[in-house]
């Protein structure tokens, strides 16, 4: 499990805990460079830029969702309150305290934006270093963890880190029972709306590369010869919309999800789309074509 020990600026996570931001926070970079290539879908864990008595202190960690490459501009625009300030003018003192003398970054800059979910913030900072997890004075950014040092985090909270005995027992148990058994069979008839297949093959390429909702790139698939993207209905077709382009978005896998969990609103406004987010809103075109 390749979790991460990373630097934070202290204000930015005060921000969010402060605001009891839990989900859709960005944990930015100044440098668009990915923490580790194969980080999302694991745990990141963050300490201050500037540790009390010379210590790593570890203030709180999240999942990471997605990283992305993002304008920080256009991060304000999607994240909001997420990227750990008041505004975005509070973000860039933020960025720029991060960034060596001589460098500057502004709303164009290109910077590294780390989607977290799920994030526990700590009520007391927690002494890494007095359980034997080091981050030497001179890294820059963090360090991979070991399963033993992420067990030895989690283990001061109560947060279960293996599977309970009496689960693996359970589980011995059925693969014994159900082994040489014959999977059971049973007829399902159902009605089944399906999509027009070749309308969302079609929008997928024409827009090949970016989210419509976001803006991120999609990422590559294995192989690296495509992107992964899907296709979303703006009115469901279960409640009456059409399989038409002006009735579909192509979105990246973090927008979809979000769009299913109700995080993010769409009203259709008849050439263009309002978007409605927790941070605000914002219109996008519709794929209109004749």
């Not at 077709?237 to 979000?258: F, I, K, Y």
Request: charged content about 25%; some cysteine.
């Amino acid at each position: 499990m390749p979790n991460y020990i990373a630097k934070t600026h202290q204000d930015w996570a005060s921000f969010l805990r402060d605001e009891g931001i839990t989900d859709n926070a960005n944990f930015w970079s100044p440098h668009p460079k990915p923490l580790l290539n194969d980080l999302p879908g694991n745990f990141v864990f963050f300490y201050s830029k500037v540790p009390p008595e010379n210590r790593r202190k570890v203030v709180g960690w999240g999942k990471v969702v997605e990283y992305r490459e993002d304008t920080v501009g256009h991060a304000w625009e999607v994240n909001g309150q997420g990227n750990g300030a008041n505004s975005m003018e509070e973000q860039l003192e933020r960025l720029n305290s991060m960034v060596p003398k001589g460098e500057h970054v502004d709303v164009t800059s290109k910077i590294g934006v780390n989607i977290i979910d799920d994030i526990t913030w700590l009520e007391e900072p927690l002494d890494v270093e007095s359980l034997g997890i080091y981050v030497a004075p001179s890294t820059v950014r963090g360090r991979s963890l070991t399963s033993e040092e992420t067990n030895k985090i989690w283990s001061q909270y109560g947060v279960e880190t293996t599977v309970p005995t009496a689960l693996i027992d359970e589980l011995a148990r059925l693969n014994r029972q159900y082994t040489e058994s014959t999977p059971k069979r049973r007829q399902v008839i159902s009605n089944q709306i399906e999509r027009n297949f070749l309308i969302v093959a079609k929008l997928k390429r024409l827009h090949n590369s970016n989210c419509q909702l976001c803006k991120g790139e999609f990422f590559l698939k294995r192989g690296g010869r495509s992107r992964y993207s899907e296709v979303h209905h703006i009115r469901e077709l279960c409640r009456g919309g059409t399989n038409s382009t002006d009735n579909c978005l192509v979105l990246c896998a973090n927008c979809h999800r979000r769009m299913h969990y109700g995080d993010i609103q769409l009203e259709d406004l008849g050439g263009s789309i309002r978007v409605i987010v927790r941070e605000g809103q914002f219109e996008i075109t519709k794929n209109v074509l004749s």
